[in-house]
């Protein structure tokens, strides 16, 4: 650490015991400092074990203690609108399978929430369309942020931001037409798709755009206040129709588990190791930060409820149903 960094440090520490006059001039970073402090500490000694001892069983206990901690303690993001173009093929892959499965020429509700700037929506609307082009397909695509729809209304990407980080011309066909410097999503998954400025976790979305057969919700629960999570998880639960599918990441394992069970879905067991292991940033980040997702352990009781990233609800009059699309 530079010599200079120290006695700054330092400068701001003394000042915090003897509330001096450096405490009114760097108020944010004394307490920064001081709240970081412990973190820094823990991450240090955590990363100091290596990849073999984190994952040994009594490490990683210790692991869900400092997890517990980070949730407890961390501020949550101020939100980041990341996204990408087939971001967890493996989802997509389930997703596809299931359409597959479907009747001939039937209607079908896709609802993406959290969309950011369209890549997820574009991705699933691509894999439907391309699997059962026979199938009536809209989507709905709702964000909070105006800059995001627009972005996504647009549909337009700069060759080598992160949105369309590994996708060339001929890796989904038909998905892009290369325009310069850009990768501009076709015409034919425009049609049909809704995009809207609004909260996810709003009780009007059911009254305005009804009950739909898929529901996206990844990657931007766990970033939410706290308090607002498990209502928001509640509320987009609800747009699920009967035997309709909800694909959700980066939520309280146990609040997702708890309630998605009281509302009678089910996990889906297909590539649900895939899927889980496709988000390696999560895994990466855990347990040292509160979006990080704990290793996936086979031997916790309800594993596949915990870990499942896509589940079904049940139809209540056609149970079988539910239980053979499960596979
Ligand atoms: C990290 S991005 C995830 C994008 C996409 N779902 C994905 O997984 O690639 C999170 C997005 O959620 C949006 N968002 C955050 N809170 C929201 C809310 N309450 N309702 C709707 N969108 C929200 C943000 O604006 C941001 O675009």
Known sequence: MPKGAISHGLRILRSIVTRDEVIKEYPDKAILLLREFPDRIIQKLWNALG????????????????????????????????????????????????????????KLKLAVLGCSSGAELYSALWTIRTARPDLITSAIGIDISRTCIDR?????????????????????????????????VQEWLREGVTWKVASACSAALLAEFGLQDLVFADNFLCHLPKENEEPCLRSLAGLVAPNGMLFVSCVDFDVKARMLASLGFVPVTARLEDVYMEDRA?????????????????RRPAWTTRYARIFRRADSERPEKAEHSAR
């Open 282 to 298: 999560a895994r990466e980040a855990w347990p040292l930060k509160y979006w990080g997702i704990e290793p996936l352990d086979k």
């Open 152 to 184: 996504a209304i647009d549909g337009t990407y700069p060759v080598g931001s992160r949105a369309v980080e590994g996708i060339t011309e001929t890796t989904y066909p038909r998905l892009f037409n290369m325009e310069a410097d850009t990768f501009t």
């Open 51 to 106: 990849r073999p001892a984190q994952s040994r069983r009594p490490v990683q206990a210790i692991g869900r203690l400092i997890h517990r901690r980070a949730r407890r303690t961390q501020d949550h993001e101020a939100l980041s609108d990341y996204t990408r173009f087939f971001r967890n093929p493996s989802q997509l892959e389930v997703l596809r399978d299931t359409v597959l499965d479907m009747d001939e020429g039937a």
